[in-house]
């Protein structure tokens, strides 16, 4: 069975610190990884995508890394802000893009 | 340009009763999906549509029937609401190339009593 799974579960920091967030998967077949911000209270925006040929992929300050090899990716947020404060959820696609396999989140908590 | 739009955001229903949830898209998608999201577990794939005119069942489909009334709305319906239909309902569309992102709507609290 496919599966993604994420650690920490949770994850307190305070603001202007990084962070790394960890996804392992076992999906087959395997096009891309993608890791999605969800605000509480609001549907999963997309940060990152990644294919199996790209290693790092870097959106502002957020940097996703991917190796298809071991099959694990993750997520680093560089001086943290406040409004980071979100689950953020690892995501693997098959090949047509519909049967995506998600992770169950890791909720980041920036405190002041 | 409001992506997509859900309707509505709350429901309460008890055990039996039947209630349709609204999903629509204004950015000419091919591809509309039905998640729910259970606390501590990832999204779960109920139906989509590849296209307008089809419909296909992801993981967890047993409750629930679809319908792709047209390119833009894609509605999902429970004919007979269960305690275990309790969930947050997430509708999402994605163009046509398959590395495309998936854009979700503001999601549906729905609780069954």
């Known amino acids: 069975k496919n599966q993604v799974e994420q650690s920490p579960q949770s994850l307190i920091i305070l603001e202007g610190k990084n962070c790394t967030l960890q996804?392992?998967?076992?999906?087959?077949?395997?096009?891309?990884l993608r890791w999605y911000k969800q605000d509480t209270g609001r549907g999963p925006v997309s940060l990152t995508i990644?294919?199996?040929?790209?290693n790092t992929k870097s959106n502002g300050r957020y940097t996703a890394t991917l190796d298809a090899d071991t099959k694990q990716s993750s997520l680093h947020i560089t001086a943290s802000q406040l409004s980071d404060s979100a689950s953020y959820i690892c995501v693997v696609s098959d090949n047509a893009g519909n049967m995506l396999t998600f992770g169950g989140g890791t909720r980041l908590m920036v405190k002041p | 340009n409001a992506g997509v739009t859900q309707t509505p955001k709350f429901q309460v229903l008890k055990t039996g009763q039947s209630m349709t949830l609204q999903c629509a898209q204004d950015m000419n998608h091919n591809s509309m999906y039905w998640y729910r999201q259970d606390p501590g577990m990832g999204l779960r794939l109920i139906y989509y549509s590849a296209s307008e005119g089809t419909t296909d069942k992801g993981e967890v489909p047993n409750g629930y029937n679809v319908s792709r009334l047209n390119k833009r709305e894609f509605s999902l319906r429970l004919e007979s609401a269960a305690p275990s239909q309790t969930s947050v309902y997430f509708c999402?569309?994605?163009?046509?190339?398959?590395?495309?992102?998936?854009?979700f709507g503001a999601g549906t609290r729905l609780s069954v009593l």
């Open positions: 999402a569309s994605r163009g046509a190339v398959a590395k495309n992102i998936q854009y």
């Open positions: 996804c392992n998967y076992t999906v087959s077949p395997f096009s891309n």
């Open positions: 990644m294919t199996f040929s790209e």
